[in-house]
C-alpha cells in the first residue's frame, strides 16, 4: 500500500509544488537509518517520503489516529503513533525495531512544527533511539514556505554514523542532530 499511496501523493505534491532536491546521493541504499528533518509544515514528511528511495517509518501524533479511517491508512503505508505529553513506550520500542531490522525511520528532532531555529527544542528522544540502536543519522532541510506553485527545497546532508557513539548524555546527542540539520540551511 506504501508504493500505491506514495505515487499518488508523488503526482499530486508535483502539480502544485517545484519540488527541488539537493545532497539525494548522501542516501545510504541500505542499512539502518533515522532521518531527521527539521518540521514546519504537516506537508514535509509527505514531501520527503515522495522524494526517498526508501520506505520510511514515520513516527507521529497519536491524536493523527483518533480519526478510525485516517490512523487506518497510516498504519497501512507505516506510521505509528506516539504520545508525544509522555514517555511513549510502545514507540519507542516500535521505533527501535524498525531500526534493528534495518529499516529507515522518520522522525522530528523537535518533536512538532517549529517556525524558528532553537537548539533547546531538541528533543531527547532521538539522540535515545539513534544512540541505542547505533544508527545512522541522516539530516534533512526542508526550505518552503508551501505556497502554491512555488519552490520546495529540500537539502539532504551527510550522514552521520552513531555507530561508535558511546555517550549517554542523549539531550547533546539530540542537540547535535538538530544542528546538523540547520547547517543544511546555513550552507546553502
Known sequence: MYSVV????SVVLRIFYRIDVEGLENVPMKGRLAICSNHF??????IIS???????YWMAKKELFENKALGFILRKIGVFPVDRGDSDISAIKNALRILKDEGVLGIFPEGGR?????????KPGIGLLTA????V???????????LFNKVKISIGKPIDLSKEDSKDYAEISRNILTSIYDLKVGE
Open 6 to 9: 506514495r505515487f499518488i501523493v
Open 41 to 46: 509544515n504537516n506537508l514535509d514528511p509527505l
Open 50 to 56: 515522495i522524494i526517498f528511495p526508501r520506505q520510511i
Open 114 to 122: 517549529v517556525k524558528g531555529f532553537d537548539i533547546n527544542n531538541a
Open 132 to 135: 541505542k540502536s547505533k544508527s
Open 137 to 147: 543519522v541522516l539530516p534533512i532541510y526542508i526550505d518552503s514556505g508551501y505556497k
